[in-house]
């Protein structure tokens, strides 16, 4: 896959970039999104956010993030090269049900979501987790963690969020760039697992449309570049 030429200030992709995959970061609303795009990206993250309004009152919960002032009205975006040459496109959602007319658009040719979940408000996952699965994704789910969040065996989280047996989780802190990586990482690896069960390519409607397929031979190691 051609790239273009590498440059210092990490705008352009590297030389060695040579699959390019677009991956979902979903979850509620205040669940860290925006937070992790920002720890992780090697260019300047594009952010669609406006101030929180007494209008929004009635259709945003903030039970949980009261501190909250800003939310994400169309998507953030940012990218990461991992070794082997694969380079995350990474697209946040918005997290609110009035923005759910976006999702299609935003999940068009994405190969992969990884989904934030807050232990504190586990319930408010569940929305998102159906629209990634409608959307026919596969996922990993990381839980951002929070000083006053209480503690849940991985049975329990499990349970709650009734995850197949073969879904990543881990635990996460979306303000660490070690740690966001390492989520993102998950994911990529559980991506090139479900394609290395398959003797050949996947078929044309097992990858949804537009998506780039990752290559089965690059498992990325958790240093970036």
Known sequence: MASAPSSSNGLHLP????????ILV????GVGKT???DSVSEIRPLHTEEQLSEASVAVDDLAGVRDKTTTTV?????????????????FGTPGQERFRSLWKDIAYGALGALVLVDTRRIDDSFEVL??????GLPYAVALNTFPDARQYTEE??????????????????ARDTRASIDALISLVQHLLTRMGHRPQAPAADSVPDGAQALP??????PEVR
Not at 15 to 22: G, M, N, P, T, W
Not at 159 to 169: I, Q, V, Y
Request: aromatic residues 6%; proline residues 6%; glycine residues 10%.
């Open 35 to 37: 937070t992790l795009i």
């Open 15 to 22: 030389d060695s970039a040579r699959e390019l995959v677009k």
């Open 26 to 29: 979903a979850g509620p609303f």
């Open 130 to 135: 159906g629209l990634v699965e409608d959307a």
């Open 156 to 173: 329990q989280l499990r349970t709650s969020l009734d995850l197949e047996p073969g879904t990543p989780m881990i635990a996460c802190d």
């Open 74 to 90: 169309a998507i953030d975006f940012g990218r990461i090269s991992l070794n082997g040459g694969i380079v995350l496109y990474l």
């Open 216 to 221: 089965y031979d690059a498992v990325p190691s």
